[in-house]
């Protein structure tokens, strides 16, 4: 299977009456520099089903990290988070630190990239992967080493691995024993931040694979955070886009990254064809310009001095998220909107 093929995250749709495992609400992340205040996340609003995969697209520098981040309130101390986090109906912003600590490995755990280098080098692979199964679940010390073996055998290396110590292991290697780390506990929620972008494309495939039989299988909520549009819209069901701080489109994954609302959306998936798609063909190539910088945001939609399609009022008129059908909304004048959706989150 290749990276952009799909999973089987992508097809199956959870049940619409379950409580959103996810349930983010008017989240604003400022960070406070040198340079003033930095407003990295502005209004977001986002949830995601037990067994649902939701993708999170954008160039470096729109927020996807302190999104990820903030969920499992790991911004640097200092960081100004407002709005709502609810995990599992708790209330994540409010929780104390040993309720925290808890979630964070058995109710939702996180990989980024380069989050490899967060291995202890002088502990074997396999103590490390033990650790919190240990430490959070009633189990016996060859009950969690043969949890160790099945995990490493799910992100696909030998088990003798768990003997291994971290520099023994390559880059790609180390990934997904920090992937293998992530599932140990079994987590409800799992945030993937590019977690499998440095992999080589086979090992990458395997994993998604395996990040999608989750899903399946086990109701795992997914939210994977990349800037490849094309991987995302073969392993999540439904895809985010963010720009500038902001969701500027959110729909269904195939749509949004074939059929895109949002100029951004649009030059965002042309950066990214997938293979063989004739509705690629033809489409603009590239983006010119750099995105804003967060501190000096234009006026109106922050899109404006690089989009494609521009309108005179873009630059003076603030566009929150329209509806556009029942399942997408997008953050764009030209979309013909169908409801008030600033607070929609199909
Ligand atoms: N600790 C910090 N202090 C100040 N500014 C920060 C900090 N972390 C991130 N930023 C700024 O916040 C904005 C959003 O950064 P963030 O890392 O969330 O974006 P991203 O979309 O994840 O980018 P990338 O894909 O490069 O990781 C950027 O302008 C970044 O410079």
């Known amino acids: 299977m290749s990276p952009t093929s799909p999973s089987p995250a992508s097809p199956a749709a959870p049940s619409p009456t379950s409580a959103p495992l996810l349930d983010v609400r008017d989240l604003a992340i400022t960070y406070h520099g040198a340079r003033g205040d930095i407003p990295a996340v502005r209004g977001v ?10 993708g999170i697209a954008g160039e470096s520098g729109c927020g996807k990290s302190s999104l990820a ?23 994540v912003l409010d929780m104390s630190w040993g309720r925290l600590r808890a979630l964070r490995w058995a109710g939702a755990s996180i990989v980024f990239q380069g989050a490899m280098h967060a291995l202890n080098p002088v502990h074997r692979i396999g103590r490390q992967i033990a650790e919190p199964i240990l430490l959070h679940e009633k189990v ?21 691995r768990a003997r291994s110590y971290p520099h023994e292991l390559s880059g790609g290697q180390r ?23 440095a992999l080589d494309v086979m090992i990458q495939a395997q ?59 649009g030059a965002l998936a042309s950066a990214f064809p997938s293979v063989g798609d004739p509705a690629a063909r033809g489409r603009p190539r590239g983006l010119g310009g750099d995105p804003p ?5 234009p006026s109106g939609c922050p899109f404006h001095p ?41």
Request: charged share 20%.
């Open 293 to 297: 910088d967060p501190a000096a945001l």
């Open 45 to 54: 609003n986002l949830t995601l089903q037990p067994g649902d995969t939701l």
């Open 140 to 160: 016996s010390e060859a009950e969690a080493n043969q949890r160790v073996d099945e995990l490493l055998t799910q992100v696909g290396l030998p088990t003798w």
């Open 69 to 91: 981040l903030a969920l499992l309130r790991l911004l640097p101390a200092g960081t100004t988070v407002e709005g709502q986090i609810r995990i599992d109906d708790e209330d």
């Open 207 to 265: 994993v998604l694979e395996l990040l999608g039989t989750l899903v399946a299988e086990r109701g795992i909520a997914l939210l994977m955070i990349s800037h490849d549009l094309s991987v995302l819209s073969a392993n999540c069901r439904r895809l985010a886009v963010m720009y500038a701080g902001q969701v500027v489109e959110l729909g269904p994954a195939g749509k949004v990254f074939t059929d895109p609302l949002h100029p951004y959306s």
């Open 306 to 346: 690089r989009c494609p399609v521009v309108l005179p009022e873009c630059a003076s008129t603030p566009v929150p998220l329209r509806a556009a059908g029942p399942d997408r909304v997008a953050a764009c004048l030209r979309v013909e909107s169908t409801a008030d959706a600033t607070r929609s989150t199909p």
């Open 175 to 197: 990934q997904r024993i920090m992937i293998a780390m992530a599932l140990a506990c079994s987590p409800r929620l799992i945030i993937a931040d590019e977690a499998t972008t």
